[in-house]
């Protein structure tokens, strides 16, 4: 799984949602708190990870 920085994980996953992807989780706070975070799956069945700053 790659990260893509974003500036908004929700209207990044959002937006994956809209055009055939599967959210997965997030937008989820990551353990150390200075990240936002999503994963969504695409079409084709691979993992992208969102992510950005909190």
Known sequence: MFY????DVDVALT????L?????LG???N????VIVGH???PAG????VAAPA
């Open 4 to 7: 893509a920085g974003v500036t």
């Open 15 to 18: 937006t994956a949602e809209r």
């Open 20 to 24: 055939g992807g599967r959210r997965l």
């Open 27 to 29: 937008p989820a706070l």
């Open 31 to 34: 353990a150390k708190g200075g």
């Open 40 to 42: 969504f799956e695409d």
């Open 46 to 49: 691979n993992v992208v990870g």
